[in-house]
């Protein structure tokens, strides 16, 4: 496993990213990006740390070490201490870089046990699982096709999605778009594949396909959304952005021109069957709502912190209507981490002697979390009301000597002094107000999907797994204790037909 210096040098290889109309030479030393680099360097350091090491890494049976989420999980204990790992690399970020490096162990810790579903490319997902568990490279991923004209259908789009243009002895050649790689600057390889439809018609299937590519690879190119850690460094010092300035994990669209994909990093070509259903019947949908609910519930132990520390410091925290908001927060807080409990504890037997985490409840994460986040975040906008915009423009305040008194005075809390008190209120505010804190709330709704899709497909869960069946048996027998002339089991008595009629 790589270190933290390792995986920032590991960085310049010559990858292609744009920002701002400029090629960025560097991304390890761009101001851009540079300290988010420097977070996820932290993670890859924290698996070599004495104290942290035995909660993250396991050795595997091949003899190697390697993060436990990395590595198949074969009981429900398997999967409790994958969970712990997941929690300690994101209390890191305080829960706010939710593509670490462990997000993809979610599709390749399973490649071994489910290697026959990749049908012609067995011996690929093999050797990817093992490279993944040994190297715990930093895949980002992209399976969502370009918001161009969604009125059309799939084949009159076809330039722009993601494709294969050639076959060769060695391999395919691939152009096209995907959305959105996030953190895609900062890692190693892009995973692609498809959410959705993937025949583009008239037995078109050069749109079916899974596969992984370098992120320095010839052709490949990274499209950034403007980046909130270079506007927080332009601020001067970090007590103005504390969080946006080290945890951005700047999205990218991700533009593959012409670009050379050797067979054996390639896992289904032209299979819309493989490719359509890889989501749910490989386990990857068990397994990335599990790293998910949990890196939720990690964020959601800050946000009641942070709630819980600015109602002590102005003072409103004994008010009864402000314990009823903290309240719910802190109920929010504690059914994600039981929902991530029950997903360990109560697992779903997968391929191969492996074990999943419970489809039912990370399916309720991926429902819940899309309307959970924005009514914390509102809990906050109206608890802390004026307070998030009453606040001086940044550090500088603090050290001119002639406003400092003013501050000083007019911007103290309860039993806290005015720099304590800003200090916090500017991390509140980074959290939710500015433009880190507006695109985690987009991220926390999108994060599984359609909005719409994830609900529906609580219906389609329950179908597939019997559980509506079981519902409904269950309204079955209650109707069924009763007919028109009475009570048809023996538990309870019929009433009198003389009193009836009176």
């Known amino acids: 496993m790589m270190n933290g210096k390792e995986y920032i040098e590991s960085l ?14 560097d991304v390890t030393t761009h101001p851009a990006y540079r300290n988010s680099v420097r977070s996820v360097a932290r993670l890859y350091d924290a698996l070599h740390d004495p104290e942290k090491a035995p909660i993250l890494t396991t050795k595997t049976e091949k003899g190697y070490t390697t993060h436990k989420f990395f590595t198949e999980a074969k009981s429900a204990q398997d999967l409790l201490e994958a969970r712990d790992a997941i929690a300690e690399w994101a209390r ?20 071994n046990a489910y ?24 895949i980002n991923h992209t399976i969502i096709n370009p918001q161009v004209d969604r009125s059309k259908p799939l084949h009159e789009n076809k330039d722009v999605f993601v494709r294969a243009v050639e076959e060769r002895d060695d391999g395919i050649i691939v152009s096209g778009a995907k959305m959105v790689g996030t953190s895609a600057a900062l890692t190693h390889y892009n995973f692609v594949s498809n959410y959705g439809p993937t025949d583009l018609g008239d037995g078109d299937q050069s749109h079916a396909l899974i596969f992984l590519v370098p992120m320095n690879a010839p052709g490949v190119k990274m499209i950034s959304r403007q980046s ?27 533009v593959l021109d012409n670009v050379f994909i050797p067979w054996e990093n390639v896992l289904t070509y032209k299979n819309v069957d493989v490719t359509n259903k890889f989501f749910v019947e490989t386990g990857f949908i068990n397994r990335f709502t599990f790293q998910g609910c949990t890196r939720f519930a990690v964020k959601l132990d800050f946000m009641a912190g942070l709630l819980l520390k600015a109602t002590e410091q102005a003072g409103t925290n004994k008010f009864r209507g402000v314990q009823v908001n903290v309240g719910e927060v802190l109920a929010w807080r504690n059914t994600f981490w039981s929902l991530s409990t029950a997903m360990a504890t109560d697992p779903t037997p997968g391929w191969n002697g492996t074990v999943m985490p419970n489809l039912k409840y990370g399916a309720a994460y991926r429902a819940l979390a899309p309307f959970v986040w924005p009514k914390v975040k509102n ?20 050290l001119n000597p002639e406003l400092r008194p003013y501050i000083d005075k007019y911007y103290r809390g309860s039993g806290v002094d005015a720099l304590e008190r800003v200090k916090l ?16 709330e987009l991220y926390e709704i999108n994060y599984g999907g359609n909005t719409e899709n994830v609900r529906a497909e609580m219906v389609n ?21 009763y007919d028109l002339e009475g009570w048809t089991v023996d538990n309870w008595v019929n009433p009198e037909k003389e009193l009836v009629k009176q």
Do not use: C
């Open 12 to 25: 310049r290889d010559g990858r292609t990213v744009y920002l701002n109309g400029e090629k960025i030479d």
């Open 92 to 111: 890191l970020s305080y829960g706010f870089m939710g593509r670490s490096p462990d997000y993809k162990a979610s599709f390749t810790g399973q490649l």
């Open 115 to 138: 290697a026959d579903y990749y049908t012609g490319f067995e011996s690929n997902a093999k050797r990817w699982y093992e490279k993944a568990g040994k190297e715990l490279p930093f």
């Open 228 to 254: 909130f850690e270079l506007q927080a460094s332009r601020s001067g010092s970090p007590f103005n952005y504390p969080l946006s300035s080290r945890f951005d994990e700047n999205d990218a669209v991700i």
């Open 379 to 398: 809990i906050f906008e109206q608890v802390l009301a004026g307070g998030l915009i009453q606040l001086p423009s940044g550090a500088e305040d603090f």
């Open 425 to 440: 209120y500017k991390m509140i505010w980074d959290s939710i107000g500015t433009e880190f804190g507006a695109r985690h």
């Open 461 to 481: 869960i329950a179908n597939a797994t019997g559980e509506s069946d079981k519902y409904k048996s269950f309204v079955d027998q209650a109707l069924s204790e």
